[in-house]
């Protein structure tokens, strides 16, 4: 059983909108902190927001603004809403379970993550 199963990715044009999800398995969801990464083509994956159990949320200087991470305790369900996309945030993207101490500890396998393609 897959403990992460990410989904909303798609292809969308430049100054587009897209929401992610990510399902995570498992009862102690609501005591978890959640993170948000990416991966583009020969590049490392990257921390891109992430949010603590009481609702705390940080963010990559390169979405600030325009990316809001949230989520729903009753469906184990992490979001990321992406606005003003640009075609930089063009990777795949992965979400995780952890802990936050001072910055954020991933503590599963990665899923298959879902892919975001922005176009110029």
């Known amino acids: 059983q897959r403990q992460l199963v990410e989904s909303g990715g798609g292809l969308v044009q430049a100054g587009g909108s897209l929401r992610l999800s990510c399902v995570a398995s498992?009862?102690?969801?609501?005591?978890?902190?959640m993170g948000w990464y990416r991966q583009a083509p020969g590049k490392q994956r990257e921390l891109v927001a992430c949010i603590t159990s009481d609702g705390s949320t940080n963010y990559a200087d390169a979405v600030k603004g325009r990316f809001t991470i949230s989520r729903d305790n009753a469906k184990n369900t992490v979001y990321l809403s992406m606005n003003s996309l640009k075609p930089e945030d063009s990777a795949v993207y992965y979400c995780n379970r952890g802990y936050y101490n001072n910055r954020f500890y991933p503590l599963n396998d990665w899923g298959q993550g879902t892919q975001v393609t922005v176009s110029s």
């Open positions: 498992g009862s102690m969801f609501s005591i978890n902190a």
